[in-house]
């Protein structure tokens, strides 16, 4: 996984000492809210950029951090300590946002189109002099688009493991990228 | 003109058998709701006996069939996101006559059942299915499946990515491609026939376990059980890291060519790259690992 | 080795900026590039313009808000909810037996009772408090921990079977049953493991077969609680 997105994450964990981390873990997996708390705090903020991301809609990125957490309550006592926790919580936190993602749109994850030369506007009016700033380029993107530039550039996914999880085929996955590249540079005037 | 006679009683009996076949069939039961819906909408559905069948289609609407009995009426209430739906007994205090309810409901929503003793049965459905004596049958693909009974059998045959199953002295068999799953039983049988599962916790009580099959690379699964016994019939590609423990059940290992570390009461067997992670604890109960 | 007269793909193009090529075609790539000003412009501006792209905002959420409503989740889903507190000085009610009429529950009360009381009748705690924090020194958090959750889940125990204690008026015979049935026989498997745990509390396995059972009495009153 991307050094820099679950790094952050990470160094706090290891800044508290992984003993207290495991603790924490333990704890929570007996039904320890507080221990949870702590771990959520923890996380949560590198969960809700991932959701945030892969959506580009704050309200429902708050909604799916809630139900990423939950989820994680549920199924803490299935964590094993094989990867770090931020890596599973990560791993959980995506799959969540794709299943959301295929229950809610009626379209599947749409993709740029070859023929399409810029992404859909973000709908509001653009002075060709304003410079769009990455986040608001990153919502403009349709959602496939998003979704396999957001796993791969900058949560650190590989084209075969953002295939898995996605469903997208890694050819399509790969030339999805380029083209998320290429609208982001666009819009961004880069 | 005997022979078209014939070819003519032919093609009468030929489209009547379906006819009579589909008198039988949901498609035949009365109309008692039918609306349009948004694609994602949530349906509450309370039906204490007889038999509930919900089936996702690829339309925007929902439509309900059934045939109520005189006793009991049917209810219907919806709004913007919900629809909640129920049979009640016209006395309060009466025994519940079964009812039949067919549900058709988009493919995106999110379908919530309860019954007393009425069958439940899903297909390409996510949601939640209650009851306290029926069965609940699930199958098709869905995004996540919850199915609890007190007493009633589970049958459990979906290709969905999350599933959470319980019940107390039924029969609980998990089929289809399931991939993180929450099951138990408090006296009932829990057999595990699918191989898909990556993350799963199967619990007894004093019921047994089965599972059968290779699970799959990177696959962890637990296995508790009290006083039931767990028995896991593995195929010769099977893969993992077996660590099993029981306080004071037996151990048996049947695999040919494996000879495991084995302490008194417990026992560690790694199996091909060792690339699943399969723990099983009982407290009395035995653990049998077999060939399939 | 194959010279590249064509311009690069999109796919050469990326690779290299990823810093992904492999190095038996790095080498014709680069022999192309030497010669062909506008891939090697374009290749040098997705490398210099990538890095950039990678460094999105990291939003920030409100962690509190959202906890709050995470937490009330919890308590009200599914899923056990263990108090935010830490099992205190303060006691919890032992005697059930006020609770229940029915007979049979009579030896395994005695049972469950006497482990219970060894954490949480009044008047004694102090001195099973001086008991378990003894052990506690021979043994670490273990035994802590297994105080912790035995409280945590007898307490959300107690809530459910008090509500059903209510309800049970509404359930159906059959309902009721099924569930005094599956009680029974998951108390008589919390008792055992009670006592297993008390002579062997550092035993990883036996707590994690104790939590379990706990697990499948407090969705088992959740159950019977959804048949009202």
Redo the contacts between chains.
Sequence with gaps: MNARARGSTEATATNGNAASVDDLVRRAQHGEVAAFEALYRTHAQAIYALCWRMTGDEAEARELLQDVFVRAWERLTTFRGQSSLATWLHRLGTNVVLERMRIGKREALRMIDAELAEPESPGTDRDADTRMDLDRALKSLPSGARTVFVLHDIEGYSHDEIAAMTGIAPGTARAQLWRARRALMRLLDL | MARHTLKVALLVVAFSAPTAAAAQTPQDMPVLAARRVSPTFAITLWNPAGHVRLVAWDLDSLVIRGRVDASQKFMFGAGENGVKSAIEGRVVGTEPKPSELAVWVPRRSRVTVRTESADIEGVDVTGSFYTVSGAIRVSGTATSVEAESMKGNLDLNANVPWLRAKTGEGHLLLRGRPQDVDASTITGTLDIATATVLRGQFTSVSGDIHYAGAPPSGAILEFSNHGGGVDLLLPAAASGVFALSSVSGIIENSLPGVRPAAAPRAMRITLGRGDASITVRTFKGAIRLRPQ | MSSLKAHLS??DR?RIADGTMDEERRAAIDAHLASCWNCKSDVAH?TK??P????????????DE??A???E??EQ??????????PEATPTPAPQKKRFSWLWLAPIGVAAGVVIALFALPGKRGAEDRQATAMVADTG?TLV?VV??SY??EREAQVLLDKLELQRALL?P??AQ??D??LH??DV?IA??KD?VARDPA?P?????L???Y??KV??LK??S??G
């Design positions: 999109e796919e990326h997705l313009t990538m950039s792209l990678r460094h999105a905002s990291e939003p920030t959420a409100p962690l959202l906890w409503e995470i937490h989740r919890i889903g599914k899923i056990v909810s263990l108090g935010k507190e830490p958090t921990s912790d959750s945590a889940y159906r059959e309902a099924a569930l049935r599956d026989v998951v498997a055992e493991l297993a035993n396995a036996l707590r994690q077969l939590a379990a059972s697990r499948q969705d088992l159950r019977a959804n048949a």
